[in-house]
């Protein structure tokens, strides 16, 4: 008997109760799990996890801790910083590695092909990055840490691709988006807590050269070893699909005949769509680069938080929304015209960039429609509270104005960068098994409700943590701190860290699966990119009116605010999680 038949047959047998279908469900995590312990994916998956991590920490923030011991202006390490901005507008370069054919017709394929060549450019990177020696030549140091970034940027947009060509249903894709969060945590606690103390005892540049060795070692050996997306995969069958509304779309969508519906427009209205938007992400580099040249030769008159502002929104606006609003237009003069037009070839570099750039975008808002608003408000809101407070996560830890805690580097270090990477390890693995026990948008949604609240427990740290103290009383935790021999304080600092950063492995979990779920796997590179990027914008441009807001209502009042802007992302996820249930019943 067919399986969608057996499964056709329980759901009308009222034997099959609601015991039974916890059974199968139950059953299936099993089945999961044990897929997910032996398959070659998820096991090159973690390990390129940890690779895509590696650069991030090591140019974003243990490159920051050397700089600071080298004695380096907190001025000049800010304007360093900017390297990271390659994360923010990474999906620009994206579609440069949608193509699915490899360079040369080699057998590795594009995806590995193009994993193995940023991460020995990144190798090589890192190892003239430990042979530096700051405070001299910090202007090679910071082009160096640029074209790190870049590269793992890029790196990151191949890997997203991989990953979600790879998946074989969306039970494996929520597997690999767990795996690759749970390595790239890892990497965070090699390059950051392990790299703090072997610099310690063998200096910056031995600690920066075991990087790395070890980016070299693990990252191309498992891209060598890691199997092609593009074999043979097991069909998914009916009931799976009806049971994930999300992988008709996602999982087994054939885009060809959207993709020539696409390329049906008039080449006229191809070009300009092109031309508009290359002219936008003109005007936003313009603006970038003019504050970055102006930083370097005068760094007094040339503030990053008055840049990020006043001109920020309207880089966001000149890259990805005036994307969005260009493909819109481009979908609204198609729905006009004869939608029988016959495809007009490709016959230049306009052409090209509009079936690599805008297509994507408009095959993304063409199969949301109305729904893409409600995504882009839930993009932009999801990860906007835990983000946007990061960057004052230091000054918290270690400052004595407007409410912060006054904590050594040693106390932090171990709160924020041991056990606070291993609690979101441990989240991330949580959110994983939830989503394979009661589903992604359950626990979409719980994640967005407890991020909310933990900015409530940072709160109470900066009203004398009443409420912490009551619940280290209550649970005894402060007995086991004792043993230890950690004090009041420092058992206030790590429980709090430890409580949220738990919760934000389960958000990252949920979040990479979800905006995995979404993208086309034809157009995985640009728009997973995209909706990455999105994540990331907002959360850095709202940092400079909380900052206002800390110095002058203090860092409690910053945190209630944060909460009550959590509360945003809770109710989108709600809204998105009944458009999802309704969606189900109607497939």
């Not at 969060?181 to 965070?188: D, L, V």
């Not at 626990?443 to 407890?450: E, K, N, P």
């Not at 945190?559 to 249930?581: D, K, N, Q, T």
Request: proline share 4%; glycine share 8%.
């Amino acid at each position: 008997m067919a399986k969608s038949e057996t499964l056709s047959k329980q759901s009308k047998d009222p034997k099959f109760d609601a015991k039974s279908a916890s059974k199968t469900k139950s059953g299936k995590t099993s089945r999961a799990l044990k897929a997910a312990l032996t398959d070659r994916q998820v096991l090159a998956m973690l390990i390129l996890g940890m690779a895509s991590g590696l650069p991030y920490v090591a140019v974003g923030g243990t490159l920051n801790a050397w700089l600071t011991t080298a004695d380096v202006k907190p001025s000049q390490i800010g304007l360093l910083s900017w390297a990271m901005l390659a994360y923010a507008f990474k999906f620009m370069w994206a579609a440069a590695f949608q193509s699915r054919r490899a360079p040369f017709n080699l057998s590795i394929g594009p995806r590995r092909f193009w994993m193995a060549v940023f991460l020995i450019l990144i190798t090589l990177g890192l190892l003239a990055l430990s042979l530096s020696n700051p405070p001299q030549c910090l202007g090679r140091i910071g082009l160096i840490a640029v074209i790190i970034a870049v590269l793992s940027a890029s790196f990151d947009i191949v890997l997203a691709a991989w990953r979600i060509e790879s998946a074989r249903d969306a039970t494996h894709l929520d597997v690999l988006s767990t795996v690759e969060q749970f390595g790239y945590r890892m990497a965070s606690i090699l390059g950051g807590f392990v790299a703090l103390i072997l610099a310690d005892h063998i200096g910056w540049q031995l600690t920066f050269l075991s990087g790395t060795a070890l980016m070299g070692l693990l990252g191309i050996g498992i891209v060598l070893a890691a199997p092609s997306p593009y074999q043979s995969r097991a069909p998914l069958d009916k009931p799976a699909l009806q049971a994930d509304p999300l992988a008709n779309t996602a999982l087994v969508r054939d885009a060809k005949a959207e993709t020539e519906a696409l390329l049906g427009l008039p080449l006229r209205q191809r070009r300009l769509g092109t031309l508009l938007t290359l002219a936008g992400w003109a005007i936003a580099f313009f603006i970038i680069a003019k504050f970055m040249v102006g930083a370097l030769t005068d760094p007094e008159t040339h503030s990053a938080r008055s840049f990020i502002r006043y001109q920020g929104p309207w880089v966001v606006g000149l890259t990805v929304i005036w994307l969005g609003l260009v493909s819109t237009g481009l979908l609204y003069f198609r729905a006009k015209s004869n939608n029988a037009l016959p495809i007009a070839p490709a016959k230049g570099l306009l052409d090209g960039l509009y079936e690599a750039i805008l297509v994507p975008m408009m095959e993304l808002i063409g199969r949301l429609k109305w729904a893409s608003l409600l995504i882009l408000c839930l993009v932009l809101s999801y990860r906007f509270t835990d983000l946007i407070w990061g960057g004052f996560a230091y000054p918290f830890y270690l400052g004595e104005n407007y409410g912060a805690l006054g904590h050594t580097l040693t106390e932090v270090g171990f709160a924020s960068k041991l056990v606070g990477v291993i609690a979101t390890i441990l989240g991330i693995a949580l959110g994983g098994l939830a989503m394979l026990k009661f589903g992604r948008m359950p626990v979409f949604f719980m994640g967005a409700l407890l991020a909310a609240l933990t900015n409530l427990l940072f709160a109470d740290l900066a009203l004398n943590a009443r409420f912490t103290d009551g619940f280290l009383n209550l649970s005894q935790l402060n007995h086991l701190y004792d043993l230890f021999g950690i004090d009041l304080r420092l058992a206030r600092l790590t429980t709090v860290i430890a409580a949220e950063n738990l919760v934000i492995g389960v958000a990252s979990a949920a979040s990479i699966a979800y905006l995995s779920s979404i993208v086309n796997p034809k157009f995985a590179a640009l728009q997973y990119a995209l909706l990455v990027s999105l994540v990331f914008l907002l959360g850095v441009l709202g940092r400079p009116t909380i900052g206002e807001i800390i110095e002058t209502k203090g860092f409690a009042t910053a945190f209630i605010i944060c909460a009550w802007l959590g509360g945003v992302a809770v109710v989108l996820s709600l809204i998105e999680w009944i458009r999802l249930s309704r969606h189900s019943k109607t497939v």
